[in-house]
């Protein structure tokens, strides 16, 4: 069997309990290189064979899984945040299946997630916005052409960027070309929840030149919206714990 398991942000404490019980329980474990906290490899057990995918390629990958199959043992593909945003899972799901080996998905807490947490901020602010983008800029790897970073951003959705953290310049470019503006907020989140955390507020007009003097290039996310903005008066108050409001389980005060 083969378990794909969600490592979390980063904070080994962070993973779920049922993958953390399933690293304890596995023969074999393939990790996603520096992108996985290796403190995680510390929950296998004794004896439990551990690879870096960073160093393999998708066919090597699934060797390892099929000899391990082979010989009724348990694997564990650790992936790291949520294994089904920019896992790459879908390409090993369809060899696998191809194989007619089976598997099973443990969802995990992405780094959108941690870093928000990190910032302390709330992603859909009634008012502000009830939409969250999560995005890359093009770069090596393309995007479809009605997902480019320019069209999305006419939206002005509170908005995540993956994966783009070593093109600053392109995305500060692109941003504008949308319903952003110079002075919208933004933030660089560098390693969310690893002990080497870095948290860098800005606004888009600035976010190249920050990110180039903090030297802030890869690993990180790029947080962009109205969210970020510690305006008291900038959203409205949620309906659902308003006294004057009425829901299935209380009465409100509103005629």
């Not at 947490?117 to 995005?135: C, F, K, N, R």
């Not at 093009?138 to 908005?159: N, Q």
């Not at 109205?226 to 305006?231: D, G, I, R, V």
Request: hydrophobic residues 40%.
């Amino acid at each position: 069997m083969i378990h794909f398991v969600g490592a979390g942000p980063g904070a080994p404490d962070l993973i779920t309990l049922r993958g953390a019980k399933l690293l304890g329980e596995a023969d074999c474990v393939i990790y996603a290189g520096s992108l996985v906290n290796p403190a995680l490899l510390d929950l296998t057990r004794e004896g439990c064979l551990c690879y870096n995918s960073a160093e393999m390629t998708l066919e090597e990958v699934l060797s390892v899984m099929k000899e391990m199959e082979g010989a009724g043992k348990t694997t564990v593909r650790l992936h790291t945040g949520d294994p089904s945003v920019y896992g790459a899972i879908r390409e090993q799901m369809d060899a696998l299946e191809a194989e007619n080996i089976a598997y099973d998905t443990v969802p995990g807490v992405s780094s959108f997630c941690g870093a928000a947490a990190a910032l302390g901020e709330e992603y859909t602010l009634p008012g502000v916005s009830q939409s969250v983008i999560l995005t890359r800029i093009a770069g090596r790897t393309p995007v479809p052409e009605g997902e480019r970073l320019e069209l999305l951003a006419t939206h002005g959705a509170s908005m995540v960027l993956f994966l783009s953290a070593g093109m600053l310049p392109q995305v500060q470019a692109a941003l504008l070309e949308g319903a952003y503006t110079e002075d919208t907020p933004a933030a660089l989140v560098y390693k969310a929840t690893w002990p080497e955390e870095r948290l860098l507020r800005c606004t888009v007009g600035t976010l190249a030149q920050r990110g180039a003097e903090a030297e802030i290039n890869k690993t990180a996310l790029v947080l962009v919206g109205e969210f970020l903005s510690h305006s008291q008066e900038g959203y409205q108050r949620s309906k659902l714990y308003d006294p004057s409001f009425t829901t299935g389980y209380r009465k409100g005060t509103a005629p």
